[in-house]
């Protein structure tokens, strides 16, 4: 049975773009999906090309021709049917793309130790900051699985992610030019853990300074429904009443509208108001409540007289 | 003696150079160093202007573009960019 994201949850989705299941799969899965694609030490490893060239000749993980449902899309019993059958996320996948998802693409992210770059004398560099696919102004989004079967040291590089800015819409690597973006994370995580980000973030691979080779699996999800309240099918979210503004309690509770309205440390502070705007109408989509609001500020401009 | 360029890329919370750095990039051309994305998750300055009293020139920054009649509210790229440089003597 799928367990469906919270509305605290789906609240981080729309205002960070991203959330997190750590260590969620078990062991025997994590060690399935290794051997199922010939896991084995770096020191065993000759070549990069050659060990990727392996684990597509080998593994189980099938061609899956885009727009393929997801229903049948792995092997019964494969190590990848069992990950997204888990009960937490198959209930986030329905949460947030729907129950009859389709797969975009996938792929098995492979990052490799220094000796390999000095070995074929290349420059190990990271991978600059950039957004998948290309520009996408959509208000349909897409959600992004990824997949951590091994424990990702804080030297080994794991993906870089910036929060908050799923909603920002711009061309691929063209902010790849952004070296460093204050506040930005890198994922660290024990084996089995899952995140899923929305098709907007932010991202990119960081440099692998261990001495194991680093993996993360990711399938891209698209709906083929409407995304409305897909995470409480009982309708039973009802927006806040408006709060006072500025001249406030200072022991307040912490509600949905404080999950919605965070503001991130690389948020210019012009702009950070329309990213705050565009969460809003993010919610709104999400909750199908088209009037609602978070600190007036939709209603404030909404207000026309003229 | 030959001469290099680096580059420094400052975005900044307000179109001013008093205002704090929320996003930043180096470019060294004496190839002491080599700079790449997510090296650091410390800004080399609180702000634009403690980069100038270090020595750094600027050379460009980012023009005030009213927003486009119906994209008002669309965000997109960094807005204030601020590109210094600093030119190095020596044997390279």
């Known amino acids: 049975m799928a367990k469906l994201l919270t509305t605290e949850q789906m609240a981080e989705f729309a205002s960070s773009g991203c959330l997190f299941f750590e260590e969620l799969i078990d062991k025997e899965t994590n060690k399935e999906f290794l051997d199922d694609i010939g896991h084995t030490s770096a020191d065993k490893v000759d070549s990069m090309e050659t060990y990727n060239k392996n684990i597509k000749a080998t593994s189980s993980i099938p061609r899956i021709k885009a727009g393929s449902p997801l229903k049948n899309a792995y092997p019964v019993n494969s190590p990848l049917e069992k990950i997204l059958k888990n009960e937490v996320v198959a209930g986030a996948i329905q949460s947030l793309v729907g129950s009859n998802p389709i797969v975009d693409h996938q792929a098995l992210h492979l990052t490799f130790p220094t000796k390999f770059f000095k070995g074929a004398n290349k420059r190990q560099m990271s991978q600059g900051n950039h957004q998948d696919s290309t520009i996408d102004p959509r208000s349909t989004f897409d959600i992004q699985v990824f997949y951590f079967p091994t424990e990702v040291t804080k030297e080994m590089g794991g993906t870089r992610y910036h929060p908050g800015t799923h909603l920002r819409i711009v061309n691929e690597f063209a902010i790849a030019k952004y070296q460093n973006i204050l506040g930005q994370k890198s994922i660290v995580c024990k084996p089995g853990t899952i995140g899923i980000f929305h098709n907007g973030l932010w991202h990119g691979a960081g440099v692998n300074f261990s001495d194991e080779i680093r993996y993360m699996f990711k399938v891209r999800l698209q709906p083929t429904e409407k995304q409305e309240l897909l995470w409480d099918p009982e309708k039973k979210y009802k927006p806040l009443p408006n709060r006072a503004l500025y001249w406030t309690d200072e022991n307040k509770e912490e509600t949905i509208n404080d999950i919605l309205m965070q503001s991130y440390p690389w948020q210019e502070a012009d702009t950070n108001r329309l990213d705050k705007i565009n969460v809003v109408k993010f919610w709104r989509l999400l909750t199908g409540h088209k009037k609602m609001d978070v600190d007036y500020w939709l209603t404030r401009i909404e207000n026309k007289l003229y | ?92």
Do not use: N
């Not at chain 2, 160093?33 to 800004?43: A, I, Q």
């Open chain 2, 1 to 92: 003696m030959a001469k290099r360029q680096k580059v420094l890329a400052l975005y900044l919370k307000f179109p001013s150079l008093e205002a704090e750095v929320i996003s930043w990039a180096t470019f060294d051309g004496t190839g002491k160093k080599l700079h790449m994305t997510g090296d650091s998750d410390e800004p080399p300055y609180p702000t634009g202007l403690d980069a100038l009293l270090d020595g750094w020139r600027l050379f460009q920054s980012s023009q005030a573009i009213p927003e486009y009649p119906g994209q008002e509210f669309r965000t997109s790229y960094l807005k204030h960019e601020f590109f210094f440089e600093k030119l190095e003597e020596g044997d390279f």
